[in-house]
């Protein structure tokens, strides 16, 4: 099942009509760091813009500017091609008096400020976003459809973009869980990919389900729950105590990102999840064989959306809105859309 094919939260609220992404500017994104660099130490801290451009294009092109390796370069998250997208990179302060070698067609650097560690991966707090949809032809059901959002909270689908223009990712992570010889051997960052792919396919799987089953947002005797405000998760043994903290979106239940780590549910919550495994093929044992990759975490069913807003311009429908790092921003425009 593609993501387009996926249940919605709002499945009765008919889709909106409209276009989206006819140009950049149609999508913008802009990284809500975890921190700010605090202008001293051996790293410096780019906040850079990029229109039509995806994060590895730039990655590329700095190295090759600074006289450094891609490795050296650190970044928080990736960020869509088709899009107008801010965010901070990290190069050696080393290379500092080669930064205005740096020339990329649609990339600009807006700001330079030295830290003192190199920016890693999941280093920010989320992404505001701005979205037009132009052309919609029914704005009350686009209304109904985020406020809906906005008070129960975005199925956390990992979108489209995670499985590769190919759709094949995640099979590759299969096969590589299983230790099957890959069409093109892949290098450490296509490795991971296509491991987490997998990882998000078993994911998307199992929220089918609760939508589905309509416990989407229901806390399951059994369940991980994962804490709002810090994150942290724990085993429901009561659902009559967490069912209401669910409700007030103070912990929400959280699904498998299978490995050896991943805190484990209970009773028929873990049944549930087992047979994923068995449907796919594999077992929780082959994840060891992804090492660092597929240690196993959980992932919350929803997220929340954050200072929502939408406002009508002419015939368009333009969403602002923020989402914890690693949400799909065009999850929010299934829901609106319908896919029709």
Known sequence: MTDAGFPRLTAGIPGCGGAFKLSPEDFEVEELPAYLPSGEGTHLYLWVEKRGRDTREVVRALATAMGV??????????????????????????????????????????????????????HLKGNRFRLRLRGVQDVGAARESFDRLSAEGVPNYFGEQRFGRAGDNADLGRMLLLGQRLPKRPDRFQRKLYLSAFQSRLFNQALVQRLEAGTFATALLGDVL?????GGLFVCEAPEVDGPRVAAFEVSPAGPMFGP??????????????????????????????????EGTRRPYRVRLGAPDLTVDGGDAVL???????????????????DG
């Open 261 to 294: 780590k991943m805190t484990a549910s209970r009773g028929e919550v873990a049944e549930a999840e087992a047979r994923l495994l068995v449907d796919a093929g594999v077992t929780l044992s082959d994840f060891v064989r992804g090492g660092d990759e597929t």
């Open 69 to 122: 390796r891609e490795d050296d370069i650190g970044v928080a998250g990736m960020k869509d091609r088709q899009a107008v997208t801010r965010q901070w990179l990290s190069v050696p302060a080393s290379a500092e008096p080669r930064l205005p070698e740096f020339a990329l067609d649609g990339v600009r650097v807006l700001e330079s400020k030295r830290h003192g560690n190199k920016l890693r991966t999941g």
């Open 226 to 230: 994962r804490k709002e405000e810090t």
């Open 320 to 338: 602002t809105f923020e989402l914890p790092r690693g949400a799909y921003a065009t999850e929010v425009l299934h829901e609106l859309l319908k």
